[in-house]
């Protein structure tokens, strides 16, 4: 179907979404103090909304239980102040179906929903997928679509076919195409709200109307985002190309399969965190954590002030 306008969104998503790494103690436990201390970081930069369990949150290697312990610890130390999602990806429906509804019990204000992870569906079976987790949501759903990552396109034209489940308010686009913005809004007009989940393409999307920004550099550089949003929502493409162009070499770190480890070495030489990887995942070494320590280095040599 193609999305008719006058259907109405009840949520309201907007702004800068951090897709927060996961803080483990040395022990490879998570780390709550961390964890709740990166929070407050964010919120009083000024994001919008938080998201747990996510790819930068190495979700894959936490267990059911430890997810719904991270998801609750953040809701509390949120206290409202931001709505909090919760990644879901799952290798099957049912598993899905099963942990949306775990996860609302645990204080999810909405949900981040991946297609099934093991098995790269066609499209039948993604708009399937999608619409039986829906009906099981106790919340409303951000479609993730990563095609680069995990080999499942959502296209626009399936999101026009998804626009009458009313529990999907938002797209996270992580195409690596930012057409998409456009083709997007062709077919669905203002039926959802868009995000754009590249990094490095991120001023480009916000120009071109997207919503917000699920980003991962947030989590080190937390002022520095939220600014290149409000400069892109104010229209102050000078002022923001200026920052964007300071920015990139970092938000370049993003597109990477090692962005966890890149990400995490920004948060420890901003403070804000350590190098704490839970295997397969190893900390970056020798010339590789080098020269990505030389780009967060260099950055941080002729950073911005953020005062005006």
């Known amino acids: 179907m193609v999305y008719q306008p006058g259907q109405v969104m009840t949520m309201d998503w907007k702004g800068v979404f951090p897709a927060v790494t996961t803080k483990f103690a040395d022990d490879l436990s998570i780390d709550e103090a961390a964890s709740r201390a990166h929070t407050r970081r964010m919120i009083e930069a000024g994001v919008d909304g938080i998201i747990v369990s996510g790819s930068l949150g190495e979700a894959s290697t936490l267990e059911e239980g430890e997810k719904l312990d991270l998801l609750a610890m953040i809701t509390d130390e949120a206290a409202g102040r ?141 002022d520095e985002t939220v600014a290149l949003y409000e400069l892109a929502r104010e229209h102050r493409f000078d002022e923001a190309v200026s920052l964007y162009r300071w920015f990139m070499p970092l938000l370049d770190l993003d597109v990477s399969t090692k962005l966890v480890q890149n990400i995490k070495l920004a948060e420890t030489l901003a403070g804000l965190g350590t190098e704490t990887v839970r295997p397969p995942r190893l900390p970056l070494a020798g010339e590789e954590r080098a020269r990505v320590e030389a780009v967060i280095r260099a950055a941080m040599s002729t950073r911005p002030s953020m005062t005006s």
Not at 150 to 172: H, I, N, Q, S
């Open 82 to 222: 931001v709505p909090v999602l919760c990644g879901v990806a799952e290798r099957s429906t049912a598993s899905a179906c099963r942990f949306v509804a775990r996860a609302a019990d645990a204080g999810a204000d909405g949900f981040m929903l991946l297609p099934p992870m093991l098995y790269p569906t066609d499209g039948r079976e993604t708009l399937t997928f999608f619409r039986t987790v829906a009906a099981e949501s106790p919340r409303p759903i951000m479609i993730y679509n990563n095609p680069v990552g995990y080999r499942t396109d959502v296209t626009p034209g399936m999101l026009a076919e998804l626009a009458d489940e009313p529990r999907f308010v938002a797209v996270k686009e992580s195409s690596d195409d930012v057409r998409r913005i456009t083709a997007i809004r062709n077919l669905t007009g203002d039926r959802y709200r868009l995000f754009c989940g590249v990094d490095n393409v991120a001023l480009e999307a916000l120009m071109l109307g997207a919503d917000g920004w699920v980003a991962g550099l947030v989590c080190a550089f937390p």
